[in-house]
């Protein structure tokens, strides 16, 4: 299999081809993904959320990002890494936004860098973009900004968030993103988006109409994911409950003394037992 690169991912968008995006965030949901085949894995900041226990994206940091992103990238060679710039961490000068992206893209092993946000952040996607590094927008619900936004709420429901959210789009395009993620946003604002870029839509909870789609690993998969009222997640599996009744058997056995059995045991010589014992 041959890495996608952002020309290629471009051009599956001229050719009509859906590209599918999973996060992905330590070296076994890595290796399972590209085992898989996705087109492109998303080292999310959602990690705060589905890994570390955090209520929100917002307590992640950019060293937090650069672990989980290395790891990633031990996991999965062959595929193509976005990983996600964490909460204010490109908001202030450029130069340190690009000393934040030197370590993700460097030490993090990214192909590519995400972040959060509209017109305001286009001057420092250009910089990003200028300095060689791929950026993918990320527009509609963007989990950092969720205390002004007051909550998880669905976007681009009325005329004048639909046109916001059309300006934004093709804002990061002109300032050289080359994809733009959607989150939660209504299916009708996210066809049009869609039609008017020449850049492809990546949506999630953003109806059928996008270029691409992602969803969080340990959603689709009910990998111990923390509850949420989630429409837009489809379960593919669900290893928790094989996790769960993997782990309890094991504990039972434990406890019962079945475990370890015969087969699970090394033996010494005879004459171990004399030394040992004695006479
Ligand atoms: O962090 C994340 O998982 C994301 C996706 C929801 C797009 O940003
Ligand atoms: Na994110």
Redesign the pocket.
Known sequence: KSMLNIVKIKKMKKDGIPIS?V?AYDYPSAKLSEEANVDII?V????GNVVLGYNS?IPVTLEDMVYHSRAVARGAENTFIVT?MPFMTYHGSIDETLRGVRKIMQEGHAHAV?M?GGKEICPTVEAIVKSGVPVLG?IGLT?QSVNQIGGYRIQGKDAKDAQRLMDEAKALEAAGAFGI?L?LVTEQVAEAISKELSIPT?G?GAGRYCDGQ???FHDILQYASPYMEKRFVKTYADIGSVIREGLGNYVKEVKERSFPSAEHVFTADEQVLDSLYGS
């Open positions: 995006m996060t998303l999310g900041d959602s990690l994206t996600d995400k959060e990320h989990p993620v989150e990546i999630i992602v969803l969080v």
